[in-house]
């Protein structure tokens, strides 16, 4: 499952004219001024999302906190990115679905996938930046899980309660968690920091811990 306030459809993001092989009439998606679109998931009529994000609020405002500490530039491009819908919401296709889920979006991340008992093979997340962290959440029930990456030589522990920020795109990643389990996935897309116009945040810098002041 899919959820973001504000995002471009599969196909209408930026395109890289040397990696892109499918029909070239797509190419068309391509122009800057597409407006973003409320995911699927937020439109339903039942409002089941809503409802779920509303009562994992407290949860969502802890993550955010920890992501302020992790990479506070991108905790702060995130925050800026939710005041621009809100104070210019033209930017989306559907407002009044996107004020809906602006109420209850209590995480400085423009998306995030829950994945339930599926397999985590070996992959990179080519949405955001290198530079950029995201964040996963284990949660189920089951012992033992492992989540590797290899480019590191590193394998971790895994189990339930685990939260890892590292950049998906910069390092290929998996996961191994046998029995009931989910995953939360947040993270940033690039192509909607350049949609919104804003400063395209950096590589951690020590620096933003020296004075207890950040960098930018």
Not at 106 to 116: D, E, G, I, L, R
Not at 182 to 202: E, F, G, H, Q, W
Request: hydrophobic share 40%; net charge neutral.
């Amino acid at each position: 499952m899919n959820i973001s306030p504000a995002w471009f459809e599969q196909g209408r993001g930026d395109v890289n004219l040397f990696q892109y092989t499918a029909n070239l009439a797509d190419l068309a998606f391509k122009d800057p001024n597409h407006q973003l679109f409320v995911s699927s998931e937020l439109q339903r009529p039942d409002k089941a999302v809503l409802k779920w994000m509303e009562n994992t609020k407290q949860s969502m405002v802890l993550l955010g906190a920890i992501m302020s500490i992790v990479q506070p530039e991108l905790y702060h491009t995130g925050q800026l990115a939710l005041e621009k819908l809100f104070n210019e919401p033209n930017y989306v296709n559907r407002q009044v679905e996107l004020f809906e889920a602006l109420e209850v979006w209590w995480t400085p991340f423009s998306a995030m996938t829950v994945v339930s008992n599926r397999e985590t093979p070996l992959h990179r997340d080519m949405g955001g930046r290198v530079e950029w962290s995201d964040m996963l959440i284990a949660l189920g029930n089951y012992d033992h899980g492992r989540f590797a990456l290899p480019g590191l030589g590193l394998r971790y522990r895994y189990n339930p309660g685990t939260i890892l920020a590292f950049s998906g795109k910069a390092f290929q990643h998996g996961a191994t968690c046998p029995g009931n389990r989910a995953c939360i996935a947040l993270y940033m897309r690039d192509n909607v920091i350049k949609r919104l116009k804003l400063p395209t945040p950096s590589w951690l810098d020590v620096r933003d811990y020296a004075d207890g002041t950040e960098s930018h």
